[in-house]
């Protein structure tokens, strides 16, 4: 039996740790692969890079930011798609590690491992463990854990495997949303990892198998300083509670217990961030329709 395509899809703009990013994938173990690089860096020096290998398959792209991701993940021609940001790095095991994950069980959607941040001198300055031992765990409870936490503990998209199949049943309308929430400007990783599980399965593999960038000296969406919709990834949290809660996924206790969880984000951010103030006013009027009138 033939080997599973995988493909590594790399949505690019920066080109400044591009070499090393590519350099990973073409270092995979694992032998049956597509490396589709979806390019929108604004000089030819991703191109350039690109042309030294010739396992590379090249595309020249004008859409920018989540414009460019989804064409890069529906591009993908394989059984299975690994993202790879532009200046990530896999450990050379990822992709193997992963179809292996994947192949235990076919109700397995999406898959995920521990992680290490780097700076732009790839110095490790953070590892990212969020369980003791890998294992497997209910789609739905992975986004509650998620929601009731308000922290996204599977990581960027560099971190993740998931199926193609599952990827076009999803469609590239509704990958970055949630219920009525449009999470594209801000947690459109979250969004899509809870569309990607479903009512189905997450694996997630105790082994560093990924490296996320992230460096304030760094043009990134990670940065406060470099991305003007900062603010929604603070703001998606309070709505995807309130869409998790009218989706049945988040009981209607739990919901208004997070009142004061939410309160404190919004004191502490709506007045850099309108958009939080916006979504602290739709949770209080969604939690007062909840709770019973008082006796007269």
Not at 95 to 121: G, K
Not at 132 to 141: I, K, N, P, T, V
Not at 143 to 158: A, K, P, Y
Request: net charge negative; glycine share 6%; charged share 25%.
């Amino acid at each position: 039996m033939s080997l599973p395509l995988v493909s590594i899809v790399i949505p690019s703009y920066k080109a400044s740790h591009f070499e090393q990013c590519l350099k990973s994938a073409v270092g995979q173990t694992y032998s049956r692969l597509e490396i589709l690089v979806s390019d929108n860096c604004p000089t030819e020096d991703i191109k350039d890079i690109c042309a030294r290998y010739p396992q590379v398959i090249y595309q020249r792209n004008t859409a920018i930011r989540d414009k460019n991701v989804l064409s890069s993940f529906y591009s993908g021609k394989g059984d299975y798609i690994k993202p790879l940001f532009d200046d990530d790095i896999l450990h050379p095991f990822c992709v193997e590690r992963m179809v292996a994950a994947m192949a235990m069980d076919p109700a397995t959607q999406l898959v995920f491992s521990a992680s290490q941040v780097i700076n732009v001198d790839n110095e490790r300055t953070e590892t990212r463990r969020p369980y003791e031992a890998s294992g497997s765990m209910a789609g739905r409870d992975m986004q509650r854990s998620m929601v009731l936490g308000m922290r996204n503990f599977v990581g960027e998209f560099s971190s993740i495997m998931f199926r193609r199949e599952r990827l076009w049943e999803v469609g590239p309308k509704r990958l970055f949303h949630y219920g009525s929430q449009d999470c594209t400007f801000g947690l459109a990783d979250v969004a899509a990892y809870i569309n990607l599980a479903g009512d189905d399965k997450v694996f997630y593999i105790d082994e560093e198998l990924s490296y996320f960038r992230h460096d304030r000296r760094l043009e990134s969406n990670s940065n406060p300083n470099a991305n003007p919709n900062f603010g929604y990834c603070f703001s998606d949290y309070i709505d995807l509670l309130v869409e998790s809660h009218i989706a049945g996924v988040v009981s209607a206790e739990e919901t208004v217990a997070l009142r004061g969880t939410v309160d404190d984000v919004a004191a502490r951010l709506a007045g850099v961030f309108p958009m939080v103030g916006t979504s602290h006013q739709r949770y209080l009027g969604h939690i007062a329709a909840l709770q019973p009138e008082p006796l007269s």
